[in-house]
């Protein structure tokens, strides 16, 4: 088939390999204009991209999108590697011997320029795809109805591209509910809700090794502060970041997206204390704010009528959750490769492509969306002052996997390794809700921790004091 890939970053880059290694002929528009040739990997960290408000904010690729991109797409993986990427095991925190699917818990530190660096240089190599950059998108093309079949793009240039499917990978604030209304169909039914918070982040660089700790998941600390968090991200080539996560109510709070309060911020914070004591850590961003992000979800078969068909939405297109949680990535390679089994059924039943499609990836995006909108929302009230039971499932049940279940995991294996497994997505949801002698496990250790009364390590200033301190930066 002929597939018209819109939009080129990571879901649009990956779904347009997977597709033309697959056989198919591909046409990508992408509105921005890169210079991939000869262009080195830590010099993407440079590259402009207006389309993409988030591309210098840090990432890491979680064991699912990891796994995804070794099986799938291993001349990238082994690409990312010699440009300096980082496998990261995130099972060598858990207690006990090792089990056999803990190699599948390795997580990739890199940042997000780099891994789009690599599928451009793997598309410039490959035959099947044609691309069309500096071209801007402005709606569907195809045969209008009901039902519309999508089967192109119209340019701002005044340009039809038409192929035969459309992979519509715009990113969050895709227009194409709208696009499709204009050729007589039905939008997509969407979901949403503030994830209620702003990001803060900063990149720096080391000239040596970066500090080892026990944390879970995200290779370095990550503290809920109980008015704001924080967290660290290893990236590639000896550069780390960190983030800080306020509410976005709290304007007070909005002080750390000046560089001196960030830095004072940054110093309060004790399990910070080992990155911020790198004497020759150099800042290589300014402190980047990050706002407006939602939990949201497109459901393109709402009451069982289908919006279009020709039409497959990936990644952030179709689903996006907050940033706090690292799926996006691992999203966008999970939907390539479905498109590109959905597209293998027989043609001539556009409906059922595009069905099959979407049976295969809703009930993932579905679940996630969920627990990531309740996960955010059950926070928020905590830090606006409400009283959460996370010591019990039968209490806030987010909150009991988020702070019970991770506080257990670095004491029991078996909690570990499903609640990590759980945390990067090699896992469905079920694997840890539906069991429920692992839940009282987690309740009856968690309360033995709580009534122990160990010393927990030290979180952070008060938001006073730390109002105080970094107002004196
Ligand atoms: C602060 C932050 C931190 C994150 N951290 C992580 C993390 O640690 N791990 C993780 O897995 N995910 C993370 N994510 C999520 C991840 O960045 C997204 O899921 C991912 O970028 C989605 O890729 P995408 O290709 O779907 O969309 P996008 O990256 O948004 O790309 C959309 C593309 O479409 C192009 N485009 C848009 N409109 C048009 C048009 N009209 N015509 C032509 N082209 C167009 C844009 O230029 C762009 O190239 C984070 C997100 C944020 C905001």
Redesign the pocket.
């Known amino acids: 088939m002929r597939i018209i890939v819109?939009?080129?970053?990571?879901?649009?880059?990956s779904s347009a390999l997977v597709l033309a290694r697959a056989g198919h002929e591909i046409v990508l528009?992408?509105?921005?204009h890169v210079e991939v040739n000869g262009t080195s990997a830590p010099a993407a960290f440079e590259w402009r991209?207006?389309?993409?408000?988030?591309?210098q904010?840090?990432?890491?690729?979680?064991p699912r999108?990891r796994l995804l991109m070794l099986q799938e797409l291993p001349d990238v993986y082994r690409q990312l590697l010699d440009a300096g990427a980082l496998e990261y095991d995130c099972s060598r925190i858990i207690p006990g011997p090792s089990q056999p699917e803990d190699k599948e818990l390795i997580a990739l530190a890199v940042r997000?320029p780099l891994i789009e660096w690599a599928l451009r240089r793997a598309i410039a190599r490959e035959p099947r795809v044609e691309v069309f950059e500096a071209?801007?998108?402005?709606g569907f093309a195809g045969r209008p109805g009901t039902i519309p079949h999508i089967d192109g793009?119209r340019?701002a240039r005044g340009a039809e591209i038409r192929g035969d499917a459309v992979v519509e990978?715009?990113?969050?604030?895709?227009?194409a509910p709208m696009w499709i209304e204009e050729l007589a169909g039905m939008p997509p039914a969407i979901d949403s809700s503030s994830c209620g918070l702003i990001?803060y982040?900063r990149y720096f660089r080391v000239g040596g090794p970066l500090p080892d700790g026990p944390w879970l998941v995200c290779f370095g600390p990550r503290v809920d502060l109980g008015y704001a968090m924080f967290s660290t991200?290893t990236g590639d080539n000896r550069t780390f970041a960190i983030?800080f996560g306020i509410p976005n109510r709290d304007a007070e709070l909005r002080i750390l997206k000046r560089e001196r309060a960030f830095m004072a911020a940054c110093a309060e914070m004790p399990a910070l204390r080992p990155w911020m004591e790198l004497t020759d850590a150099e800042p290589i961003t300014p402190v980047m704010p990050?706002g407006a992000?939602e939990n949201s979800i497109r459901s393109y078969e709402p009451g069982g009528h289908l919006c279009a068909t020709g039409l497959f939405p990936?990644?952030?297109?179709i689903c996006?959750?907050d940033?706090?949680f690292?799926?996006?990535?691992?999203?966008?390679l999970i939907h390539a490769v479905e498109i590109r089994r959905a597209l293998a059924r027989d043609p001539s039943e556009p409906q059922a492509l595009v069905r099959s499609y979407f049976s295969r990836i809703w009930p993932e995006i579905c679940e996630r969306y969920l627990s990531c909108r309740d996960l955010d929302n059950a926070r928020d009230q905590a830090w606006n002052g409400a009283k959460l039971d996370f010591s019990r499932p039968t209490g806030c049940y987010p909150m009991f996997v988020a702070v019970a279940g991770g506080a257990v995991s670095l004491q029991d294996g078996e909690v570990c390794r499903k609640w990590l497994r759980r945390a990067t997505l090699l896992d469905r949801l079920s694997v840890f809700d539906d069991d429920l002698e692992l839940q009282r496990r987690v309740e009856s250790q968690f309360a033995k921790l709580l009534k122990s009364g160990a010393p927990r390590p030290e979180q952070g200033p008060d938001r006073e004091t730390l109002l105080a301190r970094v107002g004196q930066a």
């Open positions: 819109a939009g080129g970053s990571i879901a649009g880059l528009v992408e509105r921005d991209r207006d389309g993409i408000p988030h591309f904010q840090p990432h890491a690729l979680l999108g997000r071209t801007r998108i402005t793009v340019t990978a715009l990113g969050r604030t895709s227009p990001y982040s991200f983030v990050m992000l990936a990644g952030d297109a996006h959750t940033p706090a690292g799926l996006g990535l691992s999203f966008a």
